[in-house]
């Protein structure tokens, strides 16, 4: 928190670390489960538009190789389910030459299907359906480390919707088709549809490709994911130092009511296109005590926030201490995602709208703790603000002890110990 690192939310890279590995969970096929499926595409053969369309799609539906079937876990005992598709299906639009075209089904914790796609996995290893990585759709829905790959996304009928192009781990590109302004239709009905490309989270450009007279994305086929965000709701704790868990599971409860706690479940714990991460880190300066990333653009395609807690300097501060740094970041990050940008103009934003709010959720954490306390650590970090530099003015005793109070927890010397 203290001068805490924000690096702006349009140029930084998301820094991965460890992932969970998860084990494969290979289904073992069931009838049922593959008549279900039958049933629910032939559901959607029958809201094919065209003859042409049609075909095509029976025709796919013969080379689905049902005894390759295979289930990723998706979120909360919701599956994929990845059924290949046979090289020799070719009359397809899309070439399966060196990849391997899957039909990926989304299923609901009660085991119906809601939606499907076509997905096109292509990479430098994988030439067949058989050589994708374990998890990759988890992954890839997870915002998890991927390697060189390029993943994209069509619907039943082979109409591009996405596709995500990784290297070197991160997400180097992502490219979508999106109507513009909102899908209004123009005075015929008919609506505009755009190629919109993102490096690195930012949006390089917008190319007009086509109109659709009609609607463009047959239903059910999953092309809602294009303006929802291809993200899952995920708030992920990497931290492996004890304390520095304890006290984040303790402030991030579900029994914490408090403001910082409900901005952080209200935007990334429920949102699906807005996952935060919160990991230690050892390359922070000693001055340091936090930082925080972000990348994506915020309701647009998909938003990604990393915590980053300076684990050489937290471990000795009190727990009260690192409760205020996480929840000074979540506060950055709340503030990064509904659009305020730069860590100065978020600082003088905390300093004017937050300090309340973080000392009153403070409180809740630690009942004991007195308000005067809670002020301090609620102003850590914010001293370089017009709001702390008129408070000091106007109360400069207030503000001497306020500094006291927060070199003190920092040291160690006062508050409960982290260990
Ligand atoms: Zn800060």
């Known amino acids: 928190m203290r001068l805490s690192v924000l690096l702006s939310a349009v140029v930084c890279l998301l820094v991965f670390s460890c992932t969970k590995k998860d084990e494969i969970k290979t289904t073992h096929l069931t009838n049922s489960r593959v008549a279900e499926i039958r049933l629910w595409l032939s559901e959607k053969a029958s809201k094919i538009r065209t003859t042409e369309e049609k075909n095509r799609f029976a025709d796919l539906n013969r080379h689905l190789q049902y005894e390759k079937l295979k289930t990723e876990e998706l979120k909360n005992g919701e599956k994929m389910i990845l059924v290949p598709v046979d090289t020799l299906y070719t009359s397809g639009l899309i070439s399966q030459n060196n990849a391997a075209l899957v039909l990926l089904l989304f299923e609901t914790k009660s085991g119906a299907i809601k939606k499907g796609n076509l997905v096109h996995y292509q990479s430098p290893t994988v030439n067949h359906y058989s050589r994708i990585p374990v998890n990759s759709f988890q992954n890839l829905y997870r915002s ?42 123009t005075e015929d009905g008919c609506i505009d549809w755009y190629l919109q490309t993102y490096e690195n989270g930012i949006l390089v450009s917008e190319v007009y490709v086509f109109s659709t007279c009609g609607s463009y994305v047959e239903d059910g086929s999953g092309g809602s994911q294009v303006y929802t965000g291809v993200g899952i709701q995920t708030i992920t704790d990497q931290l492996t130092n004890p304390c520095l868990k304890s006290v984040l599971n303790q402030a991030t409860a579900s029994n914490m009511n408090n403001q910082v706690n409900v901005m952080l479940q209200t935007v990334f714990g429920s949102t699906e296109d807005a996952n ?29 926030s990393v915590i980053n807690l300076n684990v050489n300097i937290l471990p000795s ?55 005067y306390t809670a002020t301090a650590l609620a102003w850590q970090g914010l001293q370089g603000t017009t709001a702390w530099n008129n408070f000091a003015a106007a109360h400069p ?22 260990n």
């Open 144 to 185: 998890l480390p991927m390697p060189d790959c390029s993943v994209k996304f069509y619907t039943l009928t082979e109409r591009f919707l996405y596709d995500f192009t990784y290297q070197n781990g991160t997400l180097q590109q992502f490219d979508v088709l999106k109507s513009h302004k909102k899908a209004i239709p």
């Open 276 to 304: 935060i991460t919160i990991k230690e880190v050892t390359n922070l300066p000693a001055d340091t005590d936090a930082s925080h990333t972000a990348s994506g653009t915020p309701g647009n395609t998909y938003f990604n």
């Open 317 to 371: 501060t009190s727990q009260e201490y690192i409760a205020a740094t996480i929840y000074h970041e979540i506060v950055h990050s709340y503030l990064t995602y509904n659009g305020t940008y730069g860590e100065l103009t978020q600082h003088q934003a905390m300093a004017e709208s937050y300090v309340d709010h973080m000392a009153s959720s403070l409180m809740q954490l630690f009942p004991n703790m007195e308000l």
């Open 397 to 418: 005793a207030d503000a001497a002890l306020y500094n006291s109070i927060n070199t003190a927890h920092r040291a160690g010397s006062t508050g409960t110990d982290c």
